[in-house]
């Protein structure tokens, strides 16, 4: 585990959202932290997910750092200025479901695909921000129709991937993971700032996680109190 390496490399995807940042803070302040990158679209190199093409030469532009022992894709969209979450079937619409299902889902699976290559053979986690309505089984109120499928595509992505990893990679572990209602600009439209914890307990929590699991947790959605969320 993470937390019994003299010294680790961190990665952050999606440094410039809420998360991302207080992810990034927290991992400058590690003393066992040696190196932490953080990458958005206004970074250089930077991602954008509009242009799938800059995950991949990201990731080729960070190959000279070395291994990296924790990956975080911390990306991710629930409203924007044309569109908000659907409260009905009736509200399901192209536009909004493709938008939400290339930045929720592709963007992040490409990542793994582009990053986790990049991962200490010896030992690595790579996780990507989920979050708990995505759960088919945990749905009860319904709604958000194309957020909850991203999410659920996004665990199914994480999940399959694991699985191909467990015989390349099995030192490695990749998960899911929800960081719980965390005060942002994509939790605000629904009282985030309100009900929300501060992103910087949040990181506090999902780093305690992180710098805990073992390869034999790959696979698995969690929350930020570690506790497994069905899928
Ligand atoms: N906040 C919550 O209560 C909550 C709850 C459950 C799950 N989550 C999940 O946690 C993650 C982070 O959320 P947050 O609250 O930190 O949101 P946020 O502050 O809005 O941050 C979103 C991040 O996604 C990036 N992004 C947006 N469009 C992009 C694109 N086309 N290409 C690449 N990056 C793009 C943003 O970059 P720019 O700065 O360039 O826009 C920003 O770094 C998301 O996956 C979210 O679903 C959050």
Avoid at 156 to 172: C, F, G
């Amino acid at each position: 585990m993470l937390s019994q390496l003299k010294q680790f490399n961190a990665l952050v995807i999606g440094s410039s959202g809420s998360i991302g940042q207080a992810f990034v803070e927290h991992l400058k302040n590690m003393p066992n932290c040696s190196n932490v990158i953080g990458l958005s679209r206004q970074s250089a190199p930077s991602i954008d997910y509009a242009n799938p093409s800059s995950i991949q030469e990201a990731a080729d532009a960070l190959s000279h750092e070395g291994r990296f022992h924790l990956i975080i894709v911390a990306t991710g969209i629930l409203h924007t200025d044309a569109w908000s979450p659907e409260k009905k079937l009736l509200d399901l619409n192209e536009d909004q479901f493709m938008q939400t299902m290339q930045l929720n889902a592709l963007g992040p699976g490409m990542c793994l695909q582009s990053f986790a290559p990049l991962l200490d053979p010896e030992f690595g986690v790579m996780a990507c921000l989920s979050a708990k309505v995505g759960s088919i089984e945990d749905n009860r109120l319904g709604g958000w129709y194309s957020y909850r499928a991203s999410k659920a595509a996004l665990n199914m992505l994480i999940k399959t991937a694991s699985i191909e990893q467990k015989r390349t990679r099995p030192n490695n572990c990749l998960l899911a993971l929800h960081p719980g209602t965390v005060a942002s600009a994509l939790s605000r439209p629904f009282k985030g700032d309100q009900i929300g914890r501060t992103p910087r307990d949040a990181t506090s929590d999902m780093l305690q996680v992180l710098l805990n699991v073992t390869s034999n947790d790959t696979g698995k959605f969690l929350s930020y109190q570690g506790e497994e969320i069905p899928w």
